[in-house]
């Protein structure tokens, strides 16, 4: 079993823009099990009318994980946030911020919520570290709208 030192750090901020516009992101904070990240590194946000879609299924996460996004900061100062939590929310988060169409929006976040802990790991590592993260992304939305797929 790894110890907390080893695994990598996480932190969800909220920043709020007015009534009703919250951004959330998720941020990976330097730790020991990453040395090559010597700076906070933004891994995923979400803002307005998507995030809007997705916040019941997001309080869901957050409320298993221990944080209420009601009492964190304006300034975007932010809470930490377990791997097991902010790995799918930044996968849903990065997935999420282009789409425009309501019944995909349902189906990926529907998909991304059935993912395991290790599925989510791989396809956000492949949207971030990759040349064409867009690319990735693309498949992963293909394959979570495929009516085939159930």
């Known amino acids: 079993m790894a110890t907390p030192r080893t695994l990598p750090k996480y932190e969800l901020r909220a920043r709020r823009h007015g009534p009703g516009d919250t951004e959330l992101e998720i941020w990976q904070m330097p730790s020991a099990s990453t040395p090559q990240i010597s700076t906070p590194h933004r ?72 993912m395991s802990r290790e599925e989510a790991a791989y396809w956000l590592g492949m949207a971030v570290h990759r040349r064409n993260p867009r690319r990735v992304l693309t498949a992963l939305r293909v394959l979570l709208t495929d009516p085939k797929r159930k």
């Open 43 to 114: 891994v995923a946000g979400l803002r307005g009318r998507n995030l809007e879609l997705v916040e019941n299924r997001v309080l869901k996460r957050l409320k298993a994980a221990g944080i209420r996004i009601d009492i964190l900061p304006i300034e975007g100062m932010g809470s930490s946030i377990p791997e097991e939590s902010a790995l799918p929310l930044a996968l849903l988060f990065r997935t999420l911020a282009p789409m425009r169409s309501r019944d995909a929006m349902r189906l990926v976040s529907e998909g991304i919520d059935e």
